[in-house]
């Protein structure tokens, strides 16, 4: 495990304190003292990732020391909660754009992504807790710089996140392959939510219900799909092509 660590309770519980970024916290399997769960409750409640592990591997990745079943994996990017984030956008009379990553888990093309649509403008990155690539020095490389202005969002429930976007006034736009609507046909102009899927799986089926809009990019090749990178930066294009008409 190349990215930073800390480990022991008082470190970790310090961390939480001061309100410093965690992307991943790993615990020893088992039952767990009061602080431990303590500090397990406040990991979930934040939205930071919590997984149980072997004590074996706890001592392998601090060479044997004094973990005390506890292990954090620093982030180097900070998430934003979503629900103070939205208000700020249209406070700024901007009219929201989101980008939703449902089941990306690659580095290079999360990056890649969040590096174009900051330059297409996107206002927030929207990435699973589960399913989801770290927010990792090695994403904010891909991302050439942009996760340090484009905000990010890490999602627990994807159905309460559809919820609040819908209820904030987001349309809800899929982009996929399988989309019934040509991609120049799409309506872009109002505050809206991209979503992509990963190149495997696609959208979830939950997420597709929600969606008003499912729109794909006409291809001609034999493949019928493209990467996801490469389609998050056709969509974002479109969409800023129709709102400076």
Known sequence: MAQKLIYGIRPVADRLAAGLPLDKVFVRQGHLSPVLAEICDELRRIGVPVQFVPPERLDQWTQY???QGIVARLASVEA????????????????PLLVWL???TDLR????IARTALELGADALLIPLQGGPPLSADMMKTSAGALNHLPVCRIANPERTAE??????LELIACT???SKPLERGQ?????????????KGIRPALLRVCSQHVRIPTVGPLGSLNVSVAAGICLYAVQQQRML
Do not use: W
């Not at 809206?192 to 495997?200: F, H």
């Open 102 to 104: 449902d089941g990306v």
């Open 109 to 112: 093309n999360a990056g890649a």
């Open 80 to 95: 934003q909660r979503l629900d103070r984030l939205i208000p700020m956008i249209y406070e700024a009379g901007r009219t």
């Open 177 to 179: 392959e399988k989309g």
């Open 65 to 67: 020391g004094n973990h």
């Open 188 to 200: 872009f102009t109002g505050p809206l939510c991209l979503i992509l899927g990963a190149e495997d």
């Open 164 to 169: 609040l976007l819908v209820h904030s006034g």
